[in-house]
């Protein structure tokens, strides 16, 4: 059974916005690996067309390697973006889900294969709140940022977790590990 690992950027003070973070090379380094492992990524619609600036660094390359190195990982990976609105995806490795997020997630789950991440903050909520989240790895970066997007928006009950790990960066940032514990 392939695991399901939401993985995301926030602030310290919980927000999910890319434009309050910078990450360095070393942080681009480990999702570029992360993606490199992923059997697919699950993406709702704002933030797979945030993504899609990658698509531009595939066509022309940027020349800094961790950016071009990180273009082609996400190039590669299979993407499926959750979407009522989008008619098509545009990006030959992604497609639009064709089932519920539940039942798409349940079917995925039961294929053999490599984990599937999880990388928008309001599927992270409805994945949580469905029990199908197997991990978390929150990469909180140094930043208050006071406003944006709270990462578990909307959230309609508590869940424990277990920390299996941290990673530190040079930057400061850290990547915590968890797991939801079962009660």
Known sequence: MRKVIAT???????FCDHTAVDPDEEIHDHYT?????AGAILYGRVTYQLMQYWQTLIQNPSGEKVMDDFARSIDRVPKIVFSRTL???GWESA???NKDLKTEVLDLKQQMGEPIFV?????IVALTQLGLIN???ICVHPVIAREGLPLFKNLSSKVNLKLLKIKTFRSSAIILYYEPVNE
């Open 8 to 14: 995301i950027n926030m602030t310290l003070d919980g």
């Open 33 to 37: 690996e992360l993606l490199d492992s």
């Open 87 to 89: 008619q098509n995806t």
């Open 95 to 97: 497609r639009l889900a």
């Open 119 to 123: 990388g928008s903050p309001g599927l």
């Open 135 to 137: 991990e978390y790895q």
